[in-house]
């Protein structure tokens, strides 16, 4: 029986969502090969070994003293265990990989990656570098472009004083625009700004969840994503589309509630172009340097182009989420993708 370090919440404003996904990982992961040792990050970004009713994760009730102990992860190479301060005394736990269920700032973004690779732990998922990679809008889309993909036309904004030059680059694109932090997920911090009267507004805002903002080009069309797996030989799931019911974009609201966006898997489009997409993300997956699973997303215009938006390398991964959905729809239960993706990290 392997030990699998499961590590969810996060001090993030994706803490929520790093419940859910957690919580479904959990409940689906392979009893008969893997024993779940349970990690959770408050809020404030204190490390428990959590020993709870896995309900209590997905309940956000899981932090209390009955049911946690404060833990860290040993950096020492040789060890692999989860040091437990337990008060009558230190106990260890060997751990066999570590899987991060986080989502954002403080967990997706390289900084818990490092963690593992620094005690030489293997990981579930993409590395350090390709996490960070992947956070940060701008140089995720300079790699993508450089790797022959069309990438939105975009401004690097490094403090909320640079709104004139925003306000100019916006006049030089038309509106709509988009103004996003450039390190954040779950669309937070997210505007499409449709005059110039919006725009100080919506950048005040990004700047709310990150140090620098990202004024980028709204691109016509809809957006379409590719599960990949693996990190030499990869399996690409079904394309998904989504369909947005009402002007706007796929923001916090709807990626959790669907409250008038639908999402299509297989997407709606010609088999050629759907090997089109699955190619150009496969090209992205690599050139960004992902192991183990990401999601990558893309927009597809009505011209037939294919426009890079993001990698998410830890995607949502509770049973509705998008991710598995790609996956079921070529085949795959979520169950058996757990035990992949697991698998390939052991």
Known sequence: MKNIVIIFGGASSEYEVSLQSAYAVINNINREKYSP?????SRAGSWFYFTGDIEKIR????????DCVSAVISPDRTAHQLIVLHKEGVKTIPIDAIFPVLHGRNGEDGTVQGIAELAGIPLVGCGTLSSALCMD????????GLAGVRVPRAMVLADNSA???????????????????????????VTKVEDMAQLPEA???????????????AIEGFEVGCAVCGTDQLTVGEVDEIELAQTGFFDYTEKYTLETAAIHVPARIPA??????KETARRIYHVLDCSGFARVDLFLTPKGEIVFNEVNTI???????RYPGMMRAAGYSFSEILDRI????L
């Open 342 to 345: 697991i698998g390939q990290a």
């Open 59 to 66: 309940k956000d009730t899981w932090c209390s003293e009955t």
């Open 163 to 189: 709104v004139n030059k925003a306000c100019d680059f916006a006049k030089e694109l038309g509106f709509p625009v988009f103004v996003k932090p450039v390190k954040a997920g779950s669309s937070y911090g």
């Open 203 to 217: 950048v005040s805002a990004a700047f709310k969840y990150d140090n620098r903002v990202i004024l980028e080009e």
């Open 37 to 41: 040792v349970m990690v959770g990050i």
């Open 137 to 144: 809008k701008d140089r995720a889309h300079r790699l993508a």
């Open 272 to 277: 050629d172009k759907a090997r089109e997409i």
């Open 315 to 321: 995607p949502g991964f509770t049973e509705h989420s």
